[in-house]
T-cell receptor, first 112, second 110 residues
Framework: DGGITQSPKYLFRKEGQNVTLSCEQN?????MYWYRQDPGQGLRLIYY???????QKGDIAEGYSVSREKKESFPLTVTSAQKNPTAFYLC???????????FGPGTRLLVL | RKEVEQDPGPFNVPEGATVAFNCTYS??????FFWYRQDCRKEPKLLMS???SGNEDGRFTAQLNRASQYISLLIRDSKLSDSATYLC???????????FGTGTSLTVIP
């Protein structure tokens, strides 16, 4: 089955810890995105990538980092510099940068 | 001013009712418009794209009004399964970002 997978479904972070969220797609999409969703707010763009080995900051990139070493994979690291990381993180992909986006099931990050 | 604004609701309607949501956008250069559906604690899923001429998919009709910079979603004959949050999404096609509304909550009541 083609689609986007994210893991883990739930993630717990301790103070000062870096954690990495996985996003994989087998749709052969060029573009991939990371969003953060907080209650009562719309999705906010963290990072996006148009092609392998290239990525751009979104509106709220501070405290996050990404890599795009393979077309299928776009992992997001939440660093200790992100002071309010508790949120629902959604990964998406699209054929082209401005094409329709399809989302993975999301990862809920909680701080212990 | 937010790029995309939606009435958060909630809209509580009886089964079989017709309900409409509007979404306004601030950038007149916006080119692509979408409605997504998001169930509680799940990811958004594409409901329909919105075309300039308007488009229909079963009980769902989407309209675009460029002059007033809004898009609308009409749901006819509401079903219990339509209960969800509906997200309006806009892209300028000149930028590299999609802008999401905060969503409109719909509950269909038996």
């Amino acid at each position: 089955d083609g689609g986007i997978t994210q893991s883990p479904k739930y993630l717990f972070r301790k103070e000062g810890q870096n954690v990495t969220l996985s996003c994989e797609q087998n749709l052969n999409h060029d573009a991939m995105y990371w969003y953060r969703q907080d209650p009562g707010q719309g999705l906010r763009l963290i990072y996006y990538s148009q092609i392998v080995n290239d990525f751009q900051k979104g509106d709220i990139a501070e405290g996050y980092s990404v890599s795009r070493e393979k077309k299928e994979s776009f992992p997001l690291t939440v660093t200790s510099a992100q002071k309010n990381p508790t949120a629902f993180y959604l990964c998406a992909s699209s054929i082209l940068l401005q094409g329709t986006q399809y989302f993975g099931p999301g990862t809920r990050l909680l701080v212990l | 001013r937010k790029e995309v604004e939606q009435d958060p609701g909630p809209f509580n309607v009886p089964e079989g009712a017709t309900v409409a949501f509007n979404c306004t956008y601030s950038n007149s250069a916006s080119q692509s418009f979408f409605w997504y559906r998001q169930d509680c604690r799940k990811e958004p899923k594409l409901l329909m794209s919105v075309y300039s001429s308007g488009n229909e998919d079963g009980r769902f009709t989407a309209q675009l009004n460029r002059a007033s910079q809004y898009i609308s979603l009409l749901i006819r004959d509401s079903k219990l399964s339509d209960s969800a949050t509906y997200l309006c999404v806009v892209n300028t096609n000149t930028g590299n970002q999609f802008y999401f509304g905060t969503g409109t909550s719909l509950t269909v009541i038996p």
